[in-house]
């Protein structure tokens, strides 16, 4: 079980053009999902935290409108990364929690997607 | 602010045991302490979470002290497969949500 899934896995834009990743619980009901961003050979940094039904916290630096989150359902999240440009090419990865705010906070990882933008 | 501080880098040879140490000073009082393995290119795996003492699953072993600064993930009889990036993870709570907050990891790297 809880088992989290992104689409698609790999994307390669032109500069300028906007990218939509999902993200989907398929066997729980994911009441937080957390969207991350990660360089080569860095660690994970957290971009921003989605709940179900309300507007997502962004970390400081991350700008909220070239990095929409929509978590319109429990079992479904998206990004979509608005005029992308080539520094934005990543490695973007998400992930689920059916706990929310609580302190037992086990996530749940998705398989992560790689964006080139040309 | 929740910070972690791990080695960068560990080398071992298929069979031993590795530990893998994380200092967290800050730790909140109601925080858990989670581990994870990550892969190049693929999403961080769940490895084993706890909150004092000693908590063991089919994979591993996780080791935390009394005052709950430090924790150490240890690794039973690694093998080749085990070659990877270790994160331990803790959390700050902003706004009554919890915010995960991921080290530099250690990467393993295990020799035959």
């Known amino acids: 079980g809880a088992v989290v899934s992104q689409h698609p896995s790999r994307v390669i834009c032109k500069s300028g053009t906007s990218v939509k990743i999902e993200c989907r619980s398929l066997d729980f009901q994911a009441t937080t999902m957390f969207w991350y961003r990660q360089f080569p050979k860095q660690s994970l940094m957290l971009m921003a935290t989605?709940?179900?039904?309300?507007?997502?916290?962004?970390e400081q630096g991350v700008e909220k409108d070239k990095f929409l989150i929509n978590h319109a359902s429990l079992t479904l999240s998206t990004l979509t990364v608005t005029s992308a440009h080539p520094e934005d090419s990543s490695f973007y990865i998400c992930?689920?929690?059916?706990?929310?705010?609580?302190?037992?906070?086990?996530?749940?990882f998705g398989p992560g997607t790689r964006l080139t933008v040309l | 602010l929740a910070k972690t501080t791990q080695p960068i880098s560990m080398d071992s040879y298929e069979g031993q045991e590795v530990n893998i140490t994380c200092s967290h000073n800050n730790i909140a009082t109601n925080d858990y302490i989670t581990w994870y393995q990550q892969f190049p290119s693929q999403g961080p795996r769940f490895i084993i979470q706890g909150y004092k003492t000693k908590v063991t699953n089919e994979v591993a072993s996780l080791f935390i002290p009394a005052d709950r600064k430090s924790s150490t993930l240890s690794l039973p009889r690694v093998s080749l497969s085990d070659t990877a990036v270790y994160y331990c993870?803790?959390?700050?709570?902003?706004?009554?949500?919890?915010?995960?907050?991921f080290g530099r990891g250690t990467s393993l790297i295990v020799h035959p």
């Open positions: 992930s689920a929690s059916s706990r929310g705010g609580s302190s037992y906070n086990e996530q749940f």
């Open positions: 989605s709940n179900e039904g309300s507007k997502a916290t962004y």
């Open positions: 993870l803790v959390g700050d709570i902003r706004g009554g949500s919890y915010i995960p907050t």
